[in-house]
């Protein structure tokens, strides 16, 4: 039972760390503000997860790939399945130059009018 309870501590305290760590998913309204002004979505899963339906009018460039087509003078909005993985590229491209918001997981997205 201890063992149960200090295993659930830690976890908490690893999520805790990696949602600080990470760039966190922007409002929808703030995101909405951003595509009607231009911004590129992108859908930063798998080409096979992308080939089973996105959000429209997304690009998809999957986590780990160059940010190949990107204009660093145009807003982008990635996402993902869950917003883990949008959040990291987040990370990652603000630091190569590019406006980048995390608008989070695609459910995030529903609402959007795209």
Same mark, same amino acid.
């Not at 929808?28 to 503000?33: K, R």
């Not at 087509?69 to 990291?88: E, I, N, T």
């Not at 990652?92 to 130059?97: I, R, Y």
């Given at each position: 039972?201890? !063992?149960?309870? +200090? @295993?659930?501590? &830690?976890?908490?305290? +690893? #999520?805790? +760390?990696?949602?600080?760590?990470? &760039?966190?998913?922007?409002?929808?309204?703030? &995101?909405?503000?951003? +595509?009607?002004?231009?911004?590129?979505?992108?859908?930063?899963?798998? =080409?096979?997860?992308?080939?089973? @339906? !996105?959000?429209?009018?997304?690009?998809?460039? =999957?986590?780990? !790939?160059?940010?190949?087509?990107?204009?660093?003078? #145009? =807003?982008?909005?990635?996402?993902?399945?869950?917003?883990?993985?949008?959040?990291? &590229?987040?990370?990652?491209?603000?630091?190569? @130059?590019?406006? #980048?918001?995390?608008?989070?997981?695609? !459910?995030? @997205?529903?609402?959007?009018?795209?």
């Amino acid at each position: 039972m201890e !063992s149960l309870v +200090i @295993g659930a501590l &830690v976890g908490l305290v +690893i #999520v805790f +760390i990696v949602r600080k760590l990470f &760039v966190k998913a922007a409002p929808a309204a703030d &995101v909405q503000a951003l +595509i009607d002004a231009g911004a590129v979505l992108v859908d930063v899963r798998s =080409p096979s997860e992308f080939a089973g @339906g !996105s959000l429209k009018g997304a690009k998809n460039v =999957p986590m780990g !790939s160059p940010p190949k087509g990107l204009d660093k003078s #145009v =807003p982008v909005v990635v996402f993902c399945a869950s917003g883990m993985r949008s959040a990291k &590229v987040a990370q990652d491209w603000s630091k190569q @130059g590019f406006q #980048v918001t995390n608008l989070g997981g695609m !459910s995030a @997205g529903s609402g959007l009018k795209l």
